[in-house]
């Protein structure tokens, strides 16, 4: 975020609790089951999912003000709300960032030791499966991610994403030439 500007990241709503630190509205928008599903039947959530047995949803709002604002925004998200985003945003530039394995990933989300047992395998076959799509990179027919990064080293895949924004940048400023 030091390095590119102009780039926000959206503060995404969900169901699950806070966890020590997190507050509402800078980490999430923390809510109850049925106050989320009015936002989702209010047409509120440019996408939202189901993820280790909690909701999570982005809020279409505060993406549209930042890019109304000529900012680039990060969404957090998983790859059924990636697919929900791309139905409604064509021209959204997609980059999936994935763990060198899932073994890694396993051994990264005990360090951290905030989910349940449950929670965590529900987690890691999820994530199985996502990295499996991922590899074909296209969803029905059309393209679903155009960058993949495996943060191996957070400093590494940070440049590597401060690269692909660039580059994404460029593209996008050729094009409107």
């Not at 709503?13 to 599903?37: I, M, Q, S, V």
């Not at 047409?43 to 949803?57: N, P, S, T």
């Not at 279409?60 to 900012?71: I, S, T």
């Not at 394995?101 to 051994?107: D, I, K, P, V």
């Amino acid at each position: 975020m030091q390095r590119v500007p102009r780039l926000a990241v959206s503060v995404s709503a969900t169901t699950r609790a806070p966890r020590p630190a997190e507050k509402d509205g800078r980490d999430y928008f923390f809510l109850n089951e049925a106050r989320f599903k009015e936002w989702i039947a209010q047409g509120r959530f440019l996408e939202w999912a189901e993820y280790g047995g909690h909701l999570y949803g982005t809020p279409r709002q505060g993406v549209d003000e930042r890019l109304a604002a000529g900012d680039d925004v990060i969404l957090e998200i998983e790859l059924e709300g990636a697919r929900q985003v791309l139905d409604q945003r064509e021209e959204a530039s997609m980059i999936f960032i994935m763990p060198p394995s899932l073994e890694e990933l396993e051994h990264r989300l005990r360090l951290r030791n905030t989910e349940s047992e449950d929670a965590l395998r529900r987690r890691l076959s999820r994530a199985k499966e996502e990295m499996e799509a991922v590899q074909g990179r296209v969803w029905g027919g059309r393209r679903q991610f155009d960058y993949v990064i495996v943060n191996d080293s957070a400093e590494r895949a940070s440049d590597e994403l401060a690269d692909v924004i660039g580059e994404i940048r460029r593209y996008d400023e050729q094009a409107h030439c």
